[in-house]
């Protein structure tokens, strides 16, 4: 399902380049000799050959050369999946398309067959052609029109059946990544061909999204230009998995008319990432400057946070968790974007109280990349008492006293 969506996704967006090939040589199967071929009544097959050979001072077995086959054919009353048309090249099954699988304008109808350099010979070679109608197509017609060339052209190896390598691909940075984490993405696209290709080169961003397997960074998703013989176009962009477990990216497409300035779209290769929890051992404790206080002060308070694991920790959301007495001066719940293993963060808060008397000070740690999980720290003990009277206002009423005394103790005297 999610394939057919990613198809129907690209397939509706039409985007092309400009066609940037080069013919080197082009024949029709006219030129060759041939006659137009049909098979004309239902569920029937008829076959044909063309002979043809390549001229000697173009070299078909040149690198930067490549033979492709355009068979041009009529199918009626309609093209159906039952009928096709297969090809045999000196005597070597080559390809078999299907009805369906012809591009149709109108009733023309052709099809772009790639010819590998190990099934020619250097002189003349075979086309074997084999016409299978069915009961709905009852009439496929074989056109002279057909053409074998020699083009110097893009090649992407997605668009190659011969292909050594993935010139398409999607990377990622980091195969397994903790949650929370990000991982970079790199897109790259290789021409591998003779000919340059105008391109347009983007992921699948609404996918993805819609998927909410990870959320997009930030980054460039999205290239267009000219890709030379030989080189490279790539875009790079950084995401966050959302959810646990293997996510699989989305490929990457890239739109661009071939040879033939038809528009096509090819897919990169895809990635797969393995999201894991991280190891939570997560050690917490709020520390304070003294344990009795005074009714009225502000509390300097210190929550002290230190990862235990082999992890790094992503988007911790810590609180200080208080009875109604206790105020949190400011923000009470604070976010750590990351804690390294055997890092401490400090937060530090400010408390005050209403009344007088001794109260439990906790804290909760939440992660939230993992559902909410949690851990609260050991409660701590928070006194806050009346003020009493200082000891210097004593000494103060004791020398007033005294001193009232003397000077009646004088008066007395007199």
């Given at each position: ?74 199918f009626s009353p309609v093209a159906s999946e039952a009928a096709k048309i297969d090809v045999n090249l000196n005597g070597i099954p080559i390809s078999e398309t299907g009805a369906t699988g012809f591009k149709c304008e109108s009733q023309n109808c052709w099809s772009r067959i790639w010819l590998g350099k190990q099934y020619l010979g250097a002189g003349s070679n075979r086309l074997n052609i084999c016409l299978h109608s069915s009961s709905t197509t009852t009439k496929i017609s074989l056109s002279n029109a057909s053409k074998i060339g020699l083009y110097k052209t893009a090649q992407f190896g997605k668009n ?255």
């Amino acid at each position: 399902m999610y394939k057919k969506m990613l198809l129907a996704s690209f397939l509706i967006i039409a985007i092309a380049g400009t066609a940037c090939a080069e013919t080197v040589f082009e024949k029709t199967f006219g030129e060759f000799g041939a006659e137009n071929f049909s098979v004309d009544s239902p569920n029937s097959t008829a076959c044909t050959f063309v002979d043809f050979s390549f001229p000697q001072d173009q070299n078909v077995f040149a690198k930067e050369n490549y033979p492709i086959l355009s068979l041009d054919a009529g199918f009626s009353p309609v093209a159906s999946e039952a009928a096709k048309i297969d090809v045999n090249l000196n005597g070597i099954p080559i390809s078999e398309t299907g009805a369906t699988g012809f591009k149709c304008e109108s009733q023309n109808c052709w099809s772009r067959i790639w010819l590998g350099k190990q099934y020619l010979g250097a002189g003349s070679n075979r086309l074997n052609i084999c016409l299978h109608s069915s009961s709905t197509t009852t009439k496929i017609s074989l056109s002279n029109a057909s053409k074998i060339g020699l083009y110097k052209t893009a090649q992407f190896g997605k668009n190659y059946p011969f292909k050594t390598a993935d010139y398409f691909t999607t990377t990622a940075e980091k195969e397994e990544v903790v949650i929370g984490d990000t991982d970079k993405i790199t897109v790259t696209l290789h021409n591998a061909g003779s000919g340059p290709a105008d391109i347009e080169l983007k992921y699948a961003r609404p996918i993805a999204e819609e998927k909410k397997a990870f959320v997009f960074i930030e980054g460039k998703a999205y290239a267009q230009g000219t890709i030379e013989p030989n080189g490279d176009i790539k875009i790079e962009y950084i995401i966050k998995p959302r959810v646990l477990g293997p996510i699989t990216l989305p490929p990457a497409a890239v739109y661009y008319s071939n040879e033939f300035g038809e528009q096509e779209v090819i897919f990169s290769s895809q990635a797969t990432i393995k999201v894991r929890e991280p190891e939570k051992k997560v050690d917490a404790f709020i520390g304070k400057e003294k344990e009795i206080n005074q009714l009225g002060q502000a509390v300097p308070l210190t929550l002290n946070v230190t990862s235990r694991g082999k992890d790094k920790l992503y988007n911790l959301e810590v609180s200080i968790e208080t009875p109604p007495e206790i105020n949190i001066l400011g923000q009470k719940t604070r976010t750590i974007e990351s804690i390294a293993p055997g890092e401490t963060v400090k937060l530090n808060f400010e408390a005050t109280a209403s009344q007088g008397g001794t109260f439990d000070i906790g804290c909760r740690l939440v992660y939230s990349d993992l559902n909410f999980t949690e851990v609260k720290c050991e409660n701590s003990k928070l006194v806050f008492e009346q003020p009493g009277i200082g000891i210097e206002i004593i000494a103060a009423i004791i020398l007033v006293i005294i001193g009232i005394a003397v000077y009646v103790y004088i008066m007395k005297s007199k």
